[in-house]
Every structure is written in C-alpha cells, then in structure tokens.
C-alpha cells in the first residue's frame, strides 16, 4: 500500500534498522522502544490489521511468531523469556495499520497489561 509506513518500511523507503529480512517477513527495531528490547515482526505483505486477517494468511502469521521467538532467542532472551503483543483496533492501542507483532524483552512485564 503506497500510503502505509510499514510497506515503506518494507521497501526501503523509510529508513530503519532491519534485524530480519525474508521474502515473507521483515523484523526491525521499535522506533520508541517500551523495554530494552523491541523489535516489530511484519508481513511484507500488507495486512491492515489481525481483524482483516483471513485463513489464507495462518501460516504467515504463525511464521511471524516464530521470527518473534528466533530473535528473541538470539538476543539472550530465550530463557528469561520475551512476549509477544499484537495490537489490533483502537481499543487495543494499534496506531499503525499494518499487522506487527511487538516482541519485548530485557525486563519482567506486569499482567494483566494496561
Ligand atoms: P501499535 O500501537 O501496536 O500500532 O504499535 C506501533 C508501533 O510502531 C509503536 O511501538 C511505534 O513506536 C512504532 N513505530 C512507529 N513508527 C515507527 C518507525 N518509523 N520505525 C519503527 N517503529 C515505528
Ligand atoms: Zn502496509
């Protein structure tokens, strides 16, 4: 989508410190990050948002999840452990419209979340 930052993001439009790069998935560090590590995990294909996802988009979403783990891992956080957020709508605070998973880490998280 020519208007979406996350698309430019994906296309090298918009600089930004890309941490994974495959022909389905693009991983890069969180402009405003909320914990010693947050990196966002996005399709290179554009999905507005979980809510419009469809079943053809399962196994792109699943791989998100394992990019968000392998990341994590690498970085030290596999045991300590990392998490994982989608936000999806405005009730849930999602302010770009572009499915990205937040994957946190470096620091203990509260639950339930605010
Ligand atoms: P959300 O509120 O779930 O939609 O998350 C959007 C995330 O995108 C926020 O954590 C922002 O800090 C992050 N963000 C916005 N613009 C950029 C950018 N140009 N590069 C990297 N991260 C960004
Ligand atoms: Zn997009």
């Not at 996350?6 to 998935?25: H, N, Q, S």
């Not at 010693?36 to 979980?50: D, G, K």
């Not at 998490?83 to 572009?98: E, I, K, L, S, Y």
Request: with cysteine; charged share 20%.
């Amino acid at each position: 989508m020519s208007d979406c930052l996350f698309c430019k993001i994906c296309e090298g439009k918009i600089p930004a410190t890309i941490t994974y790069r495959d022909d389905d998935v693009v991983a890069f560090q969180d402009i405003g990050p909320k914990a010693p590590f947050h990196q966002l995990v996005i399709p290179t294909r554009h999905i507005a948002s979980l809510t419009q996802a469809k079943p053809e988009d399962a196994a792109l979403l699943g791989k998100l999840m394992l990019v968000a783990s392998k990341l994590a891992g690498e970085a030290g956080h596999g045991n300590s452990g990392f998490r994982v957020v989608m936000n999806a709508g405005p009730d849930a605070g999602q302010t770009v419209f572009h499915v990205h998973l937040h994957v946190l880490a470096g620091r203990s998280f509260g639950w339930p979340p605010g």
